[in-house]
């Protein structure tokens, strides 16, 4: 390659590098595979090894990726928060050994090897043992103070845990990774995928997208967790630990959650066993492992050997690829939901992969099957990356055949003939019609269900059988069926039609969130439906509301966790004519939800209890507590006395720290009340 051609390539590659790199940090929406990125990344950095003429510190290789975004303050890293150097060969990951032998001057290195966690770098800072600050990594020097957000995490204490042989420094910063577990990950694509709405491709995106979400309520409702690996700034130097396995043991002391296994290994031959150990376990582990990590265990030769601009020369990831393999697209089918939705699958010649066969991939939606070209009888590559959902990558070009003709997306929908259409605002394309059998079927199906109105005796096959016989075109049409026509469906069958009959005449009673789910809204899961139950206290109240009821100005929502983009959906839903009758009717034949207790417009968790505010808060003024706590049905007085349930104090609290001491009232700090809150 001469150096112009090679200046050309390095300019294309940094180009696109540095969009994958804003596609994946800040947006959480990769478009390429880890592998593919890492690939494209090691070829940009050999070249410009090679011609270090057009090597530059603003190049993608010199940096670490950015995930700063919009809405949050920035925090400066005591440290800066470095990333790791990695490589998918053992060839390499043993020229690292050789690399330290070398610097470090020894023919033995102690290591230890973790797992690398599939989530999203964070720091937390402890000050005298309580959390004071949550950070992400951003550009490594400054990172989004998601403090608020990391508060809503379960597992991650506000305090630690005093330790025998552990003191807890003065200050010490731990940092580790936000994940969510493969189930939850599950859960939530789930429910998106009922609602229509694009599906995360892994955990580890869906993670990234739910800690930068503004609203700390909405970051609750998805289970997010943490685990903490590596040490930061720590005050004073001298209660360090002497290495990383006695760092885990700390933070385990205290409380922190840590890896769930970590190898000690002398040399180079027991780190590669104790990867391929790794390997072997990682399917049992509760996030997605990537690949390992390799660390020279004390700390002191950890500082002996420093770091580059951009990574720690102790340390290296080794990653583990995703399985691939290659089989023949024989055919995309369409899936209709319940919203309608069409979601194409590809059927797939059965192939082996990561231990499974696999025969069917999603293909998303319409752009994504355009955007890759994918047509029926081409050779695809199907990829399990973090052994997640099976993904169409790729087709192989030079095995398509004249025969492959692009593929069309249907205009109609596959089951009632409607004329598709798509929503402003939503890839996705649905079937409009609410009286399609499909829907019907999932329609009725999801009312009845476990998350909704808990119908027993009215499972999935029970209505395929009533929609079939034509007795259910509507959900209203439950509460009418009739004994008789019931009693045609087979011998014997007495018993379980009164039972059904009973089980639906109960549900006339149900909670009235459990029908707002029941109902399908777009976007509204269970705990939107909780909310929405809560603030209107009726079917009818939420079926006559307007815009502003949801969204004040400047977007901010009325309801905590209620958001534009659901207000919509929820009016949309309302507007139809069909939809209004429908509550009418579930009213006439005697649907009459029971209300949640305390039918306030506001939430009334904090009810009856009364608070005095003191000192400086971590994230919040004193006055956007007061407002929460009045939100949730709570007072907030000046003096305290011994009527005062709580008082919530900061940093720097003064006298009314002491009265509440004197009079024994229980002090508590703005994370407890957000757990109040959230509660
Ligand atoms: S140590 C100074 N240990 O992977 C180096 N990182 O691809 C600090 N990661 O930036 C990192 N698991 O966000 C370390 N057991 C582990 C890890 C881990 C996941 C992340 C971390 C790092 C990235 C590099």
Not at 30 to 53: C, G, H, M
Not at 141 to 146: A, K, T
Not at 450 to 468: H, N, T
Not at 506 to 525: C, Q
């Amino acid at each position: 390659m001469t150096p112009a051609e090679a200046q050309t390539r390095i300019a294309q590659l940094r180009a696109e590098v540095t969009r994958h790199d804003e596609l994946y940090h800040r947006r959480a929406q990769p478009e390429i595979s880890d592998f593919d990125y890492d690939r494209l990344k090691r070829e940009l950095a050999d070249l410009e090894a090679q011609f270090p003429q057009f090597a530059t510190t603003a190049s993608p290789t010199a940096q670490v990726g950015d995930d700063r975004a919009e809405g949050f303050q920035t925090y400066r890293h005591r440290q800066p928060m470095q990333s790791l150097d990695n490589t998918y060969s053992e060839a390499e990951l043993r020229e690292f050994h050789a690399r330290l032998v070398k610097l470090l001057e020894r023919e033995e290195l102690a290591y230890v090897v973790e797992p690398k966690i599939d989530g999203l770098a964070v720091s937390v800072t402890y000050e005298k043992g309580r959390l004071v600050r949550a950070v992400t990594r951003g550009n490594g020097v400054e990172g989004d103070d998601i403090t608020a957000n990391a508060l809503t995490i379960r597992t991650l204490p506000r305090q630690l845990r005093a330790a025998a042989g552990a003191p807890i420094p003065d200050v010490i910063e731990v940092r580790g990774e936000i994940y969510l577990t493969l189930a939850e990950f599950q859960r939530i694509n789930d429910e998106r995928e009922e609602a229509g709405e694009a599906l995360y491709a892994n955990p580890r995106n869906l993670a990234a997208g739910t800690i930068k979400q503004l609203d700390a309520a909405e970051v609750a409702r998805r289970k997010l967790e943490i685990v903490l690996y590596g040490l930061g700034y720590c005050e004073p130097a001298s209660a360090l630990p002497a290495t990383q396995a006695d760092f885990h043991e700390r933070v385990q002391a205290w409380g922190l959650p840590t890896v769930e296994k970590f190898w000690p290994a002398r040399g180079v031959d027991e780190v590669w066993k104790a990867v391929q150990e790794l390997d072997r376990l990682r399917d049992s582990f509760a996030y997605a492992t990537d690949g390992a990590v390799v660390k020279v265990d004390p700390l002191q030769l950890q500082r002996e050997a420093g770091s580059t601009s951009k990574a720690p020369r102790w340390a290296m990831a080794y990653k583990f690829a995703a399985q691939r393999a290659e089989t023949r697209l024989n055919a995309i089918t369409i899936q209709v939901g319940r919203t309608g939705v069409l979601t194409p699958v590809a059927e797939l010649e059965p192939v082996q992969l990561a231990g499974t066969t696999v025969a069917r991939a999603t293909l998303h939606n319409r752009d994504e099957i355009a955007r890759k070209d994918i047509r029926v009888g081409d050779w695809v590559q199907v990829e399990k990356a973090g052994e997640i959902i099976p993904a169409v990558i790729a087709v192989n070009l030079e095995r398509r055949t004249p025969a492959c003709v692009p593929y069309a997306f249907p205009e109609q929908c596959p089951v009632c003939g409607t004329k598709v259409v798509q929503l402003e605002g939503e890839v996705a394309l649905r079937c409009p019609n609410l009286a399609c059998p499909v829907q019907v079927r999932r329609r009725v199906q999801h009312f009845a269900s476990k998350a909704c109105l808990d119908i027993d005796g009215l499972g999935v096959a029970m209505v395929d059988v009533l929609v079939e016989k034509g007795w259910v075109k509507n959900l209203a049409d439950i509460y009418r069926l009739r004994r008789e026509d019931l009693l045609t469906l087979g011998k014997s069958v007495e018993k379980s039609t009164d039972n059904l009959l009973a089980a639906i005449a109960t549900s006339k009673r149900a909670e009235l969130w459990r029908v707002i789910h029941g109902l399908g809204i777009t976007h509204v899961g269970v705990a939107a439906a909780k909310d929405l139950a809560k603030h209107f206290g009726s079917l009818e109240a939420l079926a006559a509301a307007r815009l502003e009821d949801f969204i004040r100005e400047k977007k901010q929502s009325v309801i905590d966790g209620i958001g534009e983009t659901m207000a919509r959906a929820i009016l949309g839903h309302f507007q139809n004519p069909v939809n209004r009758a429908l509550i009418d009717e579930l009213h006439a034949l005697g649907l009459a939800p029971l209300a949640p207790a305390k039918s306030a417009p506001v939430s009334a968790v904090l009810a009856g209890k009364t608070f005095v505010l003191t000192g400086t808060l971590p994230t919040m003024t004193r006055d956007e507590a007061a407002a929460k706590i009045e939100a949730a049905g709570g007072k907030v007085s000046g003096s305290v006395s011994k009527k005062t349930s709580y008082v919530l104090a900061g940093a720097e609290a003064g006298s009314k720290l002491d009265k509440a001491k004197e009079l024994g009232v229980p002090v508590i700090d703005e994370a407890e009340l957000l757990r109040m809150l959230g509660g």
